[in-house]
T-cell receptor, first 118, second 109 residues
Framework: GAVVSQHPSRVICKSGTSVKIECRSL??????MFWYRQFPKQSLMLMAT?????????EQGVEKDKFLINHASLTLSTLTVTSAHPEDSSFYIC??????????????FGPGTRLTVL | GQNIDQPTEMTATEGAIVQINCTYQ??????LFWYQQHAGEAPTFLSY????GLEEKGRFSSFLSRSKGYSYLLLKELQMKDSASYLC??????????FGTGTRLKVLA
């Protein structure tokens, strides 16, 4: 149980284009979904938190107009990187809570999406 | 501010025991998680501590002292496949995770 998927696993795009990444909770309803970014040899940095049907809450320093998050249902959240630039190249990981677990609000992680902007 | 510190890199020998430390200062505390992460993959859950003391699970154990803001992950009988990054994450008062800097462990034959 508590499986989270992401699509695509890898994407390469040209500078200036937009890229959409999907995050799905496959066997539970996710009350909250989280988006992280991880640069090489660094840890996970939380970008934003989203609840179904409401606007995402962005962490300080994350541009909400550049990283659009939509949480339209209890099983799907999308992250769109608009007008991507090479510095946006990173590993993007989503997580979801709402399935219980060892702790209330434990997060279950997706497999990640490797974005490369040329 | 929120701060979680871990050593950047550690090296150990196959069959040995290694302890990875994590110190934290966060706004609120709802538990501490340890994750293993291989390069290019998502973090994999290892352990969770919310009360002081030691939690043991096979070759892995995790310890927490809330008064000291301190945790460690103990790996016994190291295997080559244990070479990975180990991430300490604190669930804060608002149920967000704050991740530590991560420790890259290299296991040598």
């Amino acid at each position: 149980g508590a499986v989270v998927s992401q699509h695509p696993s890898r994407v390469i795009c040209k500078s200036g284009t937009s890229v959409k990444i999907e995050c799905r909770s496959l066997d539970f309803q996710a009350t909250t979904m989280f988006w992280y970014r991880q640069f090489p040899k660094q840890s996970l940095m939380l970008m934003a938190t989203s609840n179904e049907g409401s606007k995402a809450t962005y962490e300080q320093g994350v541009e909400k107009d550049k990283f659009l998050i939509n949480h339209a249902s209890l099983t799907l959240s999308t992250l769109t990187v608009t007008s991507a630039h090479p510095e946006d190249s990173s590993f993007y990981i989503c997580s979801a809570s709402g399935a219980g677990g060892v702790s209330y609000n434990e997060q279950f992680f997706g497999p990640g999406t490797r974005l490369t902007v040329l | 501010g929120q701060n979680i510190d871990q050593p950047t890199e550690m090296t150990a020998t196959e069959g040995a025991i290694v302890q990875i430390n994590c110190t934290y200062q966060t706004s609120g505390f709802n538990g501490l998680f340890w994750y293993q992460q291989h390069a290019g993959e998502a973090p994999t859950f290892l352990s969770y501590n919310v009360l002081d003391g030691l939690e043991e699970k096979g070759r892995f154990s995790s310890f927490l002292s809330r008064s000291k803001g301190y945790s460690y992950l103990l790996l016994k009988e190291l295997q080559m496949k244990d070479s990975a990054s180990y991430l300490c994450a604190v669930m804060t008062g608002t149920y967000k995770y704050i991740f530590g800097t991560g420790t890259r462990l290299k296991v040598l034959a």
